[in-house]
Structure formats: structure tokens, C-alpha cells
């Protein structure tokens, strides 16, 4: 059944976090935002990414994140953890699944892509797997594209990671795209590049991530939400529906 009108997106700034000297866009800032994002479904809301986690002393040592807890982000708009109904993780790094676990003892079911939990499995230091893995029960193996409730879909965006995928929200002839860190920058998408910054290692993910930029712009959204920069608006601002 197609939505008659776009669910109300919000943006939680989740964290700020400093880059170490190794970080590839180390040179572009130091100092980034860490973004959540909410979608006020009529079904249910959906949460698009949790940010930084508590108890991994590596990470705060080496980021020294400065942390917004999820519960106070979503009590700010008139959410309670136990109203989340969907939980997309873009990818499974320690920044965008960190919160995670305030939400495992709720009834949340979370949407991860198959080949990301893989990459979880097999690499101790890809992230916290304290805060990527949910209960089994729970979480859901996405493989390419999967309709997740009506007028929402996720979408498979390799590119940051092998494992990446951003969310459609349509309704009529709008849309808007909850990207994730499909680019590291917003100007990235008019260019087309795949950034040393945000594609990691380029050479063998630096097409899919092209393709992945291409695919979204294809859409003609009317806003692409961002995990560490500003919304992007290819056709001008979003509609009031769609403002966080």
C-alpha cells in the first residue's frame, strides 16, 4: 500500500567525534557530527542509525566521542526506545551502531545487510561487536534491496563499506533518501566522487561507490540525509514533510 504523504525524517545529532591523525579526511576536519535519523512512519517509527556506544575505552581513547544518549535524542521529538519499531543500520561501524543495544531488550527489529554481519564476523577490529550483533532473533539478513514497511525501502549502496545501504522513503511522486555515509561530504554527490575520504580502501570499492552515488541521484530525491555532514537537497529544499 503506497503512502499517501511522506513520513516527517529527524535528524538526532547522536555525537561529535575528533579523527586521529590516521583518519583519511583527518586533513579535511577533525572535528565531525555523528547523525541518527527518524522516520515517523504511520506503522511505526524507524530508526536510521544509533551512533557512539558506551564501555569500548580503544575507541573513546582514540575519537574521544562526545555522546548524545539515544533515549534523551528520541524523548526530544516525543519518542520512547519501546516505540522504535525498525532499526536500519547503514553499515556496522562503531559510530553508527553504538546505541544499538539500548534497544535490544525492546521488540525492534533490525535490518542490517548480509554481507556487513559477515564482515562483522570475520574482523575482531572492524567495530564493536558488542553493539553490531542483536540478539539473532531479532535481526534481519538484507541481501540487495528489501521493502521494509509501506513507502520504505532499503537500498543497497556499497561503497563506504561492502555492506552499506541507505533508505528510500517515497510517497506519490516525492522521495527522500536517508544516505547514510554514502559520501563523506555532500558535494561529493554532484561530483560523482568516491573520496579517499569516505572509501576506504579505494581501490577495490571505488566503483560500487560511484555506482552506489549514481543509483541515489537516478531517484531525483528531494533531500539526501547525511550521517557527518548537512542534508543535501538536489532539487532545492526538502518539502515541509520531509524537514527535521
Known amino acids: 500500500m503506497a503512502l499517501q504523504n511522506l513520513p516527517r525524517v529527524t535528524?538526532?545529532?547522536?555525537?561529535?567525534?575528533?579523527?586521529p591523525d590516521t583518519h583519511p579526511a583527518a586533513s579535511l576536519s577533525r572535528t565531525i557530527p555523528v547523525h541518527g535519523f527518524l522516520v515517523h512512519h504511520p506503522d511505526g517509527a524507524i530508526l536510521v542509525d544509533t551512533g557512539v556506544g558506551l564501555g569500548n575505552?580503544?575507541?573513546?581513547?582514540?575519537?574521544?566521542?562526545?555522546?548524545?544518549?539515544?533515549e534523551v535524542a528520541l524523548a526530544a521529538h516525543g519518542v520512547a526506545l519501546d516505540q522504535i519499531v525498525v532499526v536500519v543500520n547503514s553499515?556496522?561501524?562503531?559510530?553508527?551502531?553504538?546505541?544499538?543495544?539500548?534497544?535490544?531488550?525492546?521488540?525492534a527489529t533490525f535490518y542490517s545487510q548480509s554481507v556487513e554481519i559477515d564482515t562483522v564476523m570475520a574482523d575482531e577490529y572492524y567495530t564493536d561487536r558488542r553493539w553490531a550483533l542483536c540478539p539473532p532473533s531479532r535481526q534481519r539478513r538484507v541481501i540487495g534491496d528489501e521493502q521494509i514497511a509501506d513507502g520504505v525501502k532499503i537500498l543497497a549502496t556499497p561503497g563506504h563499506t561492502a555492506?552499506?545501504?541507505?533508505?528510500?522513503?517515497?510517497?506519490?511522486?516525492?522521495?527522500?533518501?536517508?544516505?547514510?555515509?554514502?559520501?563523506w561530504a555532500a558535494d561529493e554527490i554532484g561530483a560523482e566522487v568516491a573520496s579517499a575520504s569516505n572509501v576506504d580502501p579505494v581501490a577495490?570499492?571505488?566503483?560500487?561507490?560511484?555506482?552506489?552515488?549514481r543509483r541515489i541521484k537516478a531517484l531525483h530525491p528531494r533531500v539526501i540525509y547525511l550521517s557527518h555532514c548537512d542534508a543535501h537537497h538536489?532539487?532545492?529544499?526538502?518539502?515541509?514533510t520531509a524537514q527535521p
Do not use: M, W
Open 11 to 19: 535528524q538526532l545529532d547522536l555525537a561529535f567525534v575528533e579523527l
Open 57 to 70: 575505552k580503544f575507541i573513546d581513547n582514540l575519537y574521544r566521542p562526545t555522546r548524545t544518549s539515544l
Open 91 to 107: 553499515h556496522l561501524h562503531f559510530d553508527h551502531c553504538g546505541q544499538n543495544p539500548s534497544l535490544f531488550d525492546t521488540s
Open 163 to 183: 555492506g552499506h545501504q541507505s533508505v528510500l522513503i517515497e510517497a506519490g511522486h516525492e522521495r527522500v533518501v536517508v544516505g547514510g555515509q554514502l559520501v
Open 204 to 213: 577495490e570499492l571505488q566503483d560500487a561507490a560511484v555506482n552506489s552515488i
Open 234 to 240: 538536489p532539487l532545492g529544499e526538502p518539502p515541509p
